[in-house]
């Protein structure tokens, strides 16, 4: 029997909005949603897991999923949340980024089942662009009061804020769009339902608004809560920026990382949010958690099955060992196996020194790979007294001052770590 989407969204936590009666009209037969995505990048980024995740329980439930491409709207740019208008993209560009985008959420949503409830991508470029700008105010903006358009607080905020330059007549104008789009997809596809974030709440309710006045019909609305951090940092984004769904963007090994830093408190949310695991799973591994929270058993549990899911259970599994590889027994045979691009994000932001291959073929001296030829220790006395307190390693292995390096220890027939006491690491290039 299929599950209740409203139930199974609420014990996650995804629930932020519903429209009165939403329930009762999806217990009654299978139902068409959609959720809409911005295409101004090649990539959906974990920002947009939230939607994409609302459409995947959707699917799951017995329902049918639609995602709309926003091609259209994404030539124009939506106020919400935004501070500045974006820039607008061509045609091929969009249709470029609608393929990659449709390759990602196939991760998650079944496009190619034979049944009822298979999913089904849109790109509302499709049916704008042939429309006029006359016909579109003649049949469509004369039905939406400028006063009922200037209550949305996408609108309010944007018009009030000191930080914005105000607000052009075409962002002004995307919720006719978006709400037009929900009147299309409910002719054309039987869609009833829109889905997305909170601040997504306006835009939804024009759409309903259209669909009552010009369709006759009924539209709904579901919102999920925009997904915070208990730091109060920005969620989806690291130092190096937006946490990318796509691995030339953002690295298996990167995005692994990122679940597997979540605090305590983070991991507790996430893991209902972003994993398709039973709630009896997921309280028995908060419990576990709790249990021994410096086993971090709920981070681990997360990052698994969302880079399984986004990525590969290979890449997961690479991701792991490259995690864990500091740490290993076998630490010079295990880091072997690592790609470079991933012994790369493994030493990032670890100082590098570069030096001759030629510097290696007769063995290199402990004193120069420490100091005279790479300066990671400010002397060679500095580096004498550091081999003869046994603190410095290569490749992990203890080494003294009589060691010499050579070709036979470079990974990937180019790199040596070098480490000085357990927190000072360093990298040796030979070129």
Excluded at 40 to 69: E, W
Excluded at 151 to 166: L, M, P, Q, T, Y
Excluded at 383 to 409: G, M, P, W
Aim: net charge negative; hydrophobic share 35%.
């Amino acid at each position: 029997m299929a599950k209740n989407f409203i139930e199974e969204l609420t014990w996650r936590g995804m629930v932020h909005d519903t429209m009165p009666g939403v329930e009762e009209h999806l217990k009654e037969s299978m139902r068409s949603a959609y959720v809409g995505f911005d295409p101004t990048a090649d990539s959906l980024h974990i920002g947009n897991l939230v939607p994409i995740m609302l459409l995947a329980h959707y699917q799951r439930c017995g329902h049918k999923p639609v995602a709309l491409v926003g091609g259209a709207t994404g030539m124009i740019g939506d106020p919400s949340g935004k501070s500045s208008e974006r820039n607008l993209l061509d045609e091929k560009t969009l249709r470029h980024n609608q393929e990659a985008i449709k390759n990602q959420l196939a991760h998650f949503l079944d496009f190619e089942s034979n049944e009822a409830n298979a999913a089904v991508l849109v790109n509302n470029y499709d049916w704008m662009k042939e429309f006029s700008f006359l016909e579109f105010i003649r049949d469509v903006g004369k039905h939406i009061t400028v006063n009922y358009m200037m209550s949305k607080d996408s609108v309010k905020n944007r018009i009030s804020s000191e930080a914005s330059e105000g607000m052009s007549f075409t962002e002004f104008t995307y919720q006719l769009v978006q709400g037009y789009d929900f009147l299309h997809l409910y002719r054309d596809n039987q869609c009833t339902i829109q889905m997305g974030g909170s601040d997504q709440w306006g835009n939804i309710t024009t759409g309903t608004e259209l669909i009552r006045r010009i369709g006759n019909g009924k539209g709904y609305a579901i919102t999920c809560p925009l997904i915070t951090k208990s730091d109060g940092s920005k969620f989806g984004k690291s130092e190096g920026g937006n946490v990318w769904l796509d691995a030339k963007r953002t690295s298996p090994y990167k995005f692994y990382q990122y679940w597997l830093n979540s605090s305590d408190e983070d991991a507790v949310k996430y893991i209902k949010i972003f994993t398709f695991l039973t709630k009896d799973d997921v309280e028995s591994l908060i419990k576990e958690h709790q249990e021994a929270p410096h086993l971090r058993i709920l981070q681990k549990r997360l990052a698994k099955e969302i880079t399984s899911m986004v990525h590969s259970v290979e890449d997961f599994e690479n991701a792991e060992k490259a995690s864990n590889i500091l740490f290993s027994k076998s630490f010079k045979e295990d880091i072997k196996t690592l790609d470079e691009a991933t012994f790369l994000d493994v030493f990032e932001g670890v100082p590098q020194a570069e030096l001759s291959k030629a510097d290696l073929t007769e063995g290199l001296d402990m004193i120069a790979a420490l100091a005279a030829k790479t300066n990671f220790l400010v002397s060679n006395g500095e580096a004498r007294r550091a081999l003869k307190e046994n603190s410095v390693s290569v490749n992990k292995e203890k080494v003294k001052e009589d060691y010499k390096i050579t070709t036979a220890d470079l990974i990937n027939d180019t790199y040596v770590i070098l480490n000085k006491g357990k927190r000072n690491t360093y990298i040796l290039k030979a070129i």
